[in-house]
């Protein structure tokens, strides 16, 4: 049975390539399409369906043991994405709008954490058996996080350009990097609540900023690599392998360095292969003509970490003892995190006198999140059951992976909606479709 994977991942493929033709005649963007197909092919939709899938507790299954296989698509796949919105990074869009990202980026992922810090409070005074003090602090710092996926596939299908894309593409970018602090820095404060230690300043500041200052430091080695080495070569071809390159590099610095003997930092891959984006764009000259073939490489592996954050969505968490107080909670986090992005984000344009249509419809193209939520979801659960904490384990990627849903299900509408009110999408009978994402 282990082989049919390949057949499992073939259905993967054309089932969401079938799916874009029903978003097109729905007026939906093809991600929608994307995390659909992998509900309804993952392991809580099909798999019931196989008589040997069981969930107490443990997954089980062939439809399970295929989307845990394959389930590396989505670590690589999230550096080809962190690697592209890195080459939106031209030195000549930021001297144009470098300053107003910083403090747009600062303002937007503070507003999500403290609003999510704040209402989230107040249910732990009103009912703290059931919503932690380290429960708060963790899904505060998640919320800053937002999904360059999604968005930056909207952009693409619809050939997106204008102020807001010129914006809203380097704030995305910068958005990750800000919510890697505020995890670091919330995160160890909350695993120090959870297990009643004391808190030190190396543990909460020190650390987390060694860990960002070396993943900045090794993607800038790669990216300067890369670079130097683009110009032995001429063809398309060898220039992209190079880019891949760097991609799998960076991850792997990741893996090597959380090894013991290497320090056991948990460093960013995305960081890196930002960094790395970002310096390849603007020091190879011919940049544009690799980044080209780029896209038409990456399209099927977009699409397969679309499909793969659907299946593995974990609907079974609705139909347990604890689905009523996941509902609270995600329902709480997702609309003061959609409020705190949006304030954040229209404050931030404001005071940075930003275009009327960057200020009324950022916040908006800022609601996706995926990826790195559910990436520091998954780290928060390891490390809180490895405290003893299996409450707070449970409940942080229970709330994220549900709020998920919703986000990546109406974040690239809502992404769309603000591209085409602002202008940056022309109107809907002049959409030409890139043939990479149809």
Known sequence: MENLIFVYIAAFLIVALLSTRLMKLLKLPNVTGYIITGIIMGPFVLGVFFNNFTYNGIKEGYIYQFVDKISWVSTVALGFIAFSIGTSFKSSALKMVGKRVVVITIL?????????????LAAHYIAPEHVSLELVLTLSAIASATAPAATLMVIRQYKARGPLVNTVLPVVALDDAAALILFAILFQIATGVASGGELSFYKMIGKPLIEIAISLGIGAIIGVLISFINKIFHSRNNKL???????????????????????????SSLLMCMVA???????????????????????????????????????????????????????????????GKYLGAFTGATITKCEPQVRKYLGLALVPQAGVAIGLATTANK?????GDFESASLVLAVVLTSTLVYELAGPLAAKYALTKSGDIPKEEKVVETNSIQ
């Open 108 to 120: 937007e992922a503070l507003g999500a954490s403290i609003l999510v810090l704040a209402s989230l």
């Open 241 to 267: 392998v190079l880019c891949i390159f760097s991609v799998f590099l960076s991850i792997g610095m990741y893996f090597l360095f959380k090894q013991p003997f290497m320090g056991g930092f948990e460093l």
């Open 277 to 339: 984006g970002a310096l390849f764009t603007n020091m190879a000259k011919d940049a544009d003509r690799t980044l080209d073939i780029l896209d038409r490489f990456t399209s099927p592996i977009f699409m397969m970490f679309f499909v793969l954050s659907g299946a593995s969505l974990d609907l079974s968490i609705f139909f347990n003892e604890k689905g009523l107080i996941v509902l609270v909670i995600a329902t709480i986090y997702i609309i003061f995190r959609v409020i």
């Open 383 to 387: 490390l809180f059951n490895e405290l």
